[in-house]
């Protein structure tokens, strides 16, 4: 069984920085897609970015392009996103979510989701 943890959310200033990472388990995670969303009130779950595990091949909506970047770590089985020159419309509960096989940016498409991080960025 697929477990995802986040961490690393918080309250941070307009133009500043926070690294969130989440922990995987429970399966050998070679063959997944792993895909970071976020959710703000009232709106739609939307990709941010996604890897697959075994090629560290990416994607990135355009509002991450140039700003976040999503990396893994095969030795701790974690996934991260650093977020840089974060912005007040970044604020979200950010979701990770793993899907088997190739990348998606449909958030139906994937099958585990960890419970999520709150980001608040304050202007």
Known sequence: ??????????????????????????????????????QAPGKEREIV????????????ANSAKGRFTVSRDNTKNTVYLQMDSLKPEDTAVYYCAARLGLTSMKAAEYDSWGQGTQVTVSS
Do not use: P
């Open 1 to 38: 069984q697929v477990q995802l943890a986040e961490s690393g959310g918080g309250l941070v200033q307009a133009g500043g920085s926070l690294r969130l990472s989440c922990a995987t388990s429970g399966r050998t995670f070679n063959t997944y897609t792993m895909g970071w969303f976020r």
């Open 49 to 60: 970015a996604a890897i697959r595990w075994i090629s560290g091949m990416t994607y990135y």
